[in-house]
């Protein structure tokens, strides 16, 4: 009985190496997303709460110079929020790539899986049909023998 070979193997291995660096670069792409939206959510508290003093402070009196340092910090968080949330969408839209590629990647690999499974199934059927042509020879030679020496 032959060995299976399929010729397409060192393709094949190439795809599966492919697609396990993509899914690495996937998940480098997911963790540097999280970090940017982490990011946003603390200048976003941050803006929240400097809106809460403001607040606690106009309650308060005051002097207006300190009420103005609030608003320009505020400001100047607004920006900041506006910035980072420019960095998540673009850090998003590098996911998602990554993702599109990956996705990619797995289909060609399962389309030389299938090619594959197709040869080794093949294979098998040939095997099998071979070992039938033996097991009837040797049926015939044995039945032939018998007529031969009187037993038929």
């Not at 970090?35 to 809460?52: N, P, T, V, W």
């Not at 103005?68 to 850090?91: D, P």
């Amino acid at each position: 009985m032959k060995k299976f070979n399929f010729k397409l193997e060192p393709l094949l291995e190439y795809r599966q190496r492919l697609e396990d660096i993509l899914r690495k670069d996937l998940v480098e792409a997911g963790r540097l997303l999280d970090i940017e939206q982490a990011k946003l959510q603390d200048l976003r508290d941050a803006h929240s709460k400097a809106i809460e003093e403001v607040e606690r402070l106009k309650g308060e009196d005051n002097s207006t110079e300190d009420l103005m340092l609030y608003y320009n910090y505020l400001v100047g968080l607004k920006t900041y929020i506006e910035e980072q949330s420019q960095m998540v969408a673009k850090s998003k839209q590098v996911y998602e790539e990554q993702r599109q590629k990956l996705v990619e990647s797995a289909k060609e690999r399962r389309t030389v899986e299938l090619v594959k499974e197709r040869a080794q199934s093949q294979h098998e059927s040939e095997e099998k049909k071979e070992d039938q042509k033996i097991t009837d020879d040797i049926g015939s030679s044995r039945f032939i023998r018998g007529v031969i020496n009187g037993e038929g």
